[in-house]
């Protein structure tokens, strides 16, 4: 629901944008900060420099999907991070199972984190999109899907593949 629901709005968005899953993102801003340091000759902040050149690359929007913060280098350096991509005009916008407050629960050095939980409370607006069902526990019958439907594992009774 979450992720369908964002790749709507990402479809309908009619600025300069960029999708990218929240884990791969972060992958990709850890290895630019280490090609700059190895690089060098670069002034001030290191992770300002990667902000600024991702927001320049990205224009408007930003859209994470599976936002979630697991990884203690990962909450270190968010809070910059994002500050930086907002204060450079670039919108942001997340899907997660997680509200700010929940997130890095029970990390390493959390106290850390907070000031970046407080920086997305103040500057974000929740949605949530909670719902009793979750339609993909459902069985077909139940859902009048249609018999272009796949269903994974094979195994399970319900499946069947349309040709």
Not at 67 to 87: N, P, R, W, Y
Not at 115 to 124: N, S, W
Request: with cysteine.
């Amino acid at each position: 629901g979450k992720s369908f629901c964002m790749d709507l709005f990402y479809d309908h968005a009619t600025v300069t944008k960029r999708r990218w899953h929240f884990h791969e993102f972060m992958l990709s801003t850890h290895e630019r900060l280490h090609k700059l340091k190895v690089k060098g000759g670069f002034e001030g902040n290191p992770l300002t420099v990667v902000a600024r050149e991702i927001s320049q690359e990205t224009g408007q929007l930003l859209c994470f999907d599976e936002f979630q913060v697991t990884d203690i280098g990962d909450a270190m350096i968010l809070k910059k991070l994002l500050e930086t991509l907002f204060a450079c005009g670039t919108s942001v916008v997340f899907t997660s199972n997680r509200p700010p407050g929940d997130l890095y629960l029970n990390g390493l050095n959390r106290h850390l984190f907070i000031p970046c939980i407080k920086m997305l409370e103040d500057t974000t607006r929740v949605v949530h999109l909670d719902h009793d069902k979750d339609y993909r526990s459902l069985k077909m019958s139940q859902t009048g899907a249609c018999a272009d439907v796949y269903i994974f594992p094979a195994s399970s009774p319900e499946a069947r593949i349309a040709v």
